[in-house]
């Protein structure tokens, strides 16, 4: 291992320069007004991080986050980074460790000598600035990006042998529907319909077992997602180069070989929730995201109501349903429930949540254990009060505390022998009872194998509540932003479709003189993407903006100047958009006059328009409500703004697809479209099917066991029906066991 092969940030006194930063910095984030216990911690991390030898780490970390802030490239770090004063001095972190009470030690620590590792997300789209700055900073061939490596798995590699052989590809697709994804070739090959085929196919045979020799090894490689290494020499005298297709150099050897040659790994994330929020303040204008208001009423009334559709971290339907019972009023509700969330806390949610409510009582084991637990309602929440407990009644200095905690984490019993032993003497030896002692250890012992860190949920808290607060305070800017990441993606368009009429936010059909590529803002309403339309697409939206430079006048003015760039069916499916509803024909109309359209374009094409007389348009009744609702779905890939249940609207009771959860393990009566059935043998030979339903807020599985299925097995689809049954959850959908179904 060199350590010379690391970065140098070129100072003459590199602990003098980072402290001299650190002040002023510091300064800079408290108006000029640093109280003493700032002071003093932040003295404490750079004595300990200069004893550790990390003052150039530092300096080179702030560097290109001072190059992403001068060129506003929004940024986040993530990780156990956010406890330190010096990240938050230097403004490689937004997060105060002292407000949030983080320890230092989690990040740190004297007596776990480890590398710092400050992972930052970067605005997506401007991610490779930052890459580019360093690249051009350090040298093209001292700062590199890092190879990875794809694997010849089982099935790609018996495809790739018998494609070299010559061999039908059908056959290999026989072979492969009977692998176990599990296996590898050689234990897939002792299945007996692989041995049949096998047998019955020589060539094959020998395509099987040329494979078993090949599989595992590399493929081809592509470049790590996130990582870059950097040194302060040219690496080609160390490592292997690459040169990659784009010009630049990567690294020859995988990440896993970098660290221990000496080199600096450092990961430059690209996040897009992070480009969605920059897309969203440049289109407020005038509001700083650092500084918003963390106590506003109407963003925590977003999470109240579960409007949480693009909100990062908390937009999954299990989470909503929590903060819909929580009712978050402080931004410690959020951070505590960002830890809960996951396997082995979720246990705690429910005692959690009623000890807020003062509906059960609060056990702190001991009193002295109560400055800890008492803002988690004496639930232990985090990695950091573990290491708080220890030290409180077992006299563990930070550091020892953070040993501890990643022995519990790591589950390294023969260091956790000795630590329950010094723990329990220790916590006698401060007053503290044999039993109590023992059983707050079992009690962390438990809460370490899937504790989180405090610093991990702040910063994802923070940011999924500055998001919330653009959504509450700039609807229509967060939506139309959010709806225009999401082109291309039906599902997470109709996602936040359906967000957008909950928040009573009007979504324009598309109109060929006010839509765009994107989701634009006029007259108070969201207008749909031209882009969006089935058979559009960016290109084509691309042409019929360019055109749209003067405005088209009429249906004729719009055939005739895009005649060469459309074809029929496109300009079909914009008919079905109702693209061209303000030139004041129904949809029939224009559809049977394309024809006669086209014909006066090609026309005019190479002669003076004013010389050819512009068709009368033969008038059509409109289609039935049912066509147009057929052609909406078929054209935006669901129902935009006439979903078939609509009309039924009177004899709903609020119970609808975005609801069910509410209602789990209940009895419900609701109104759905009824799309899809398929009817499948139980182990019992007995019938029972599955339907796809749907509502104007989303899908959910109706269940027809064997019982019911003689009754409805022969219903028809697609049709609206109400259907009573009860709500139940299988993996993370909620389904509706259906007991009766009647045609609406």
């Known amino acids: 291992k060199d350590e010379t092969l690391l970065p140098i940030y070129k100072i003459s006194n590199q602990r003098l320069y980072l402290k001299e930063l650190c002040i002023k910095g510091l300064?800079?984030?408290?108006?000029?007004?640093i109280p003493k216990e700032y002071m003093d911690r932040l003295e404490y991390e750079l004595n300990v991080i200069n004893d550790m030898g990390f003052?150039?780490?530092?300096?080179?970390?702030w560097d290109y986050v001072k190059y992403a802030r001068k060129n506003n490239i929004l940024m986040g770090a993530r990780g156990s980074a956010a406890s330190s004063i010096v990240s938050y001095s230097l403004g490689i972190t937004d997060t105060d460790p002292l407000k949030y009470n983080l320890l230092f030690e989690r990040f740190l620590n004297k007596e776990r000598i480890t590398m710092p590792d400050i992972d930052i997300d970067f605005d997506n789209a401007?991610?490779?600035?930052?890459?580019?700055y360093l690249i051009d900073k350090y040298g093209k061939k001292s700062c590199l990006k890092i190879v990875t490596f794809s694997h010849l798995s089982s099935k790609q590699?018996?495809?790739?042998?018998?494609?070299?052989?010559?061999?039908?590809?059908?056959k290999i697709d026989l072979i492969t529907k009977e692998f176990d994804e599990k296996k590898d070739l050689?234990?897939?090959?002792?299945?007996?319909?692989?041995?049949?085929?096998?047998?019955?196919?020589?060539?094959?045979?020998?395509?099987?077992?040329?494979?078993?020799?090949?599989?595992?090894?590399?493929?081809?490689?592509?470049?790590?997602?996130?990582?870059?290494?950097?040194?302060?020499?040219?690496?080609?005298?160390?490592?292997?180069?690459?040169?990659?297709?784009?010009?630049?150099y990567i690294t020859g050897c995988s990440m896993n070989y970098l660290e221990d040659l000496g080199l600096l790994k450092m990961d430059i994330l690209g996040l897009k929730t992070l480009s969605i929020i920059d897309n969203i303040l440049n289109k407020v204008g005038n509001i700083n995201f650092i500084d918003i208001d963390l106590n506003d009423k109407k963003t925590f009334d977003i999470f109240k109501e579960g409007l949480l559709e693009g909100i990062f971290q908390f937009e999954t339907p299990g989470l909503k349903k929590v903060i819909m019972e929580l009712k978050p009023n402080t931004i410690d509700d959020l951070i505590a429930v960002v830890a809960l969330f996951r396997p082995g806390p979720m246990d705690n949610i429910p005692s959690y949540i009623k000890r807020k409510e003062h509906k059960e009582k609060i056990d702190y084991i001991n009193d002295t254990l109560e400055g800890i637990l008492k803002p988690t309602y004496g639930t232990i929440v985090y990695q950091e009060q573990i290491m708080q407990i220890a030290n409180k009644m077992a006299s563990y200095s930070m550091g020892e505390a953070d040993i501890l905690r990643r022995a519990m984490s790591k589950k390294k019993l023969d260091i956790l022998e000795g630590e329950e032993e010094k723990f329990l003497t220790n916590s006698i030896n401060n007053g503290y009872k044999k039993e109590e002692a023992k059983k707050v250890y079992d009690l962390i012992l438990k809460f370490a194998n899937y504790g989180f860190p405090k610093s991990h949920s702040v910063q994802y808290a923070v940011l999924g509540y500055k998001m919330a607060y653009l959504k509450a305070n700039y609807p229509y800017e967060f939506m139309s932003i959010l709806l225009t990441s999401s082109i291309g993606n039906v599902n997470k368009t109709k996602a936040f479709v359906n967000e957008c009429k909950k928040m009573n936010i009007t979504i324009e059909q598309p109109n060929i003189n006010k839509s765009s590529l994107e989701y634009n803002?006029?007259?108070?309403?969201?207008?749909?993407?031209?882009?969006?339309?089935?058979?559009?697409?960016?290109?084509?939206?691309?042409?019929?903006?360019?055109?749209?430079?003067?405005?088209?006048?009429?249906?004729?003015?719009?055939?005739?100047?895009?005649?060469?760039?459309?074809?029929?069916?496109?300009?079909?499916?914009?008919?079905?958009?109702?693209?061209?509803?303000?030139?004041?024909?129904?949809?029939?109309?224009?559809?049977?006059?394309?024809?006669?359209?086209?014909?006066?374009?090609?026309?005019?094409?190479?002669t003076d328009k004013k010389l050819v007389m512009i068709p009368e348009i033969e008038v059509h009744d409109e289609y039935t409500k049912e066509e147009l609702i057929e052609f909406e779905k078929n054209i935006f890939g669901y129902y935009?703004?006439?979903?078939?249940?609509?009309?039924?609207?009177?004899?709903?009771?609020?119970?609808?697809?975005?609801?069910?959860?509410?209602?789990?393990?209940?009895?419900?009566?609701?109104?759905?479209?009824?799309?899809?059935?398929?009817?499948?043998?139980?182990?019992?030979?007995?019938?029972?099917?599955?339907?796809?339903?749907?509502?104007?807020?989303?899908?959910?599985?109706?269940?027809?066991?064997?019982?019911?299925?003689?009754?409805?097995?022969?219903?028809?689809?697609?049709?609206?029906y109400k259907v009573i049954g009860k709500v139940e959850k299988r993996l993370s959908k909620y389904q509706i066991i259906a007991y009766q179904i009647v045609k609406m």
Not at 126 to 132: A, H, I, P
């Open 126 to 132: 401007k991610r490779e600035d930052v890459v580019n």
């Open 27 to 33: 300064n800079k984030r408290l108006n000029n007004d």
């Open 157 to 170: 590699v018996i495809r790739d042998v018998a494609k070299v052989m010559d061999y039908e590809s059908y």
């Open 55 to 61: 003052n150039n780490y530092f300096l080179v970390v």
């Open 186 to 248: 050689l234990e897939n090959k002792g299945k007996l319909n692989i041995k049949k085929l096998l047998e019955q196919d020589n060539k094959l045979d020998n395509i099987y077992n040329i494979a078993i020799r090949l599989e595992g090894l590399k493929r081809h490689y592509s470049i790590h997602a996130a990582g870059i290494v950097i040194s302060n020499k040219e690496l080609d005298n160390y490592i292997p180069l690459v040169l990659y297709s784009d010009g630049s």
């Open 640 to 720: 935009l703004n006439n979903h078939p249940v609509t009309k039924y609207n009177t004899e709903r009771n609020g119970i609808n697809t975005s609801t069910l959860e509410q209602y789990f393990d209940k009895n419900i009566e609701i109104i759905l479209n009824l799309e899809y059935k398929k009817s499948i043998d139980t182990k019992n030979n007995e019938k029972m099917m599955f339907v796809d339903a749907s509502d104007e807020y989303g899908e959910c599985e109706l269940v027809v066991f064997p019982k019911q299925y003689i009754t409805y097995f022969d219903i028809k689809v697609p049709a609206v």
């Open 521 to 606: 803002i006029l007259d108070n309403k969201i207008y749909y993407s031209l882009s969006m339309i089935k058979g559009i697409g960016t290109n084509l939206c691309k042409e019929i903006l360019c055109e749209r430079a003067k405005p088209f006048n009429d249906f004729f003015d719009f055939v005739s100047r895009m005649y060469e760039k459309i074809d029929k069916d496109a300009l079909t499916n914009l008919i079905y958009a109702n693209c061209f509803r303000d030139f004041g024909y129904n949809k029939k109309t224009l559809v049977e006059n394309i024809d006669s359209a086209y014909n006066y374009a090609y026309l005019i094409k190479d």
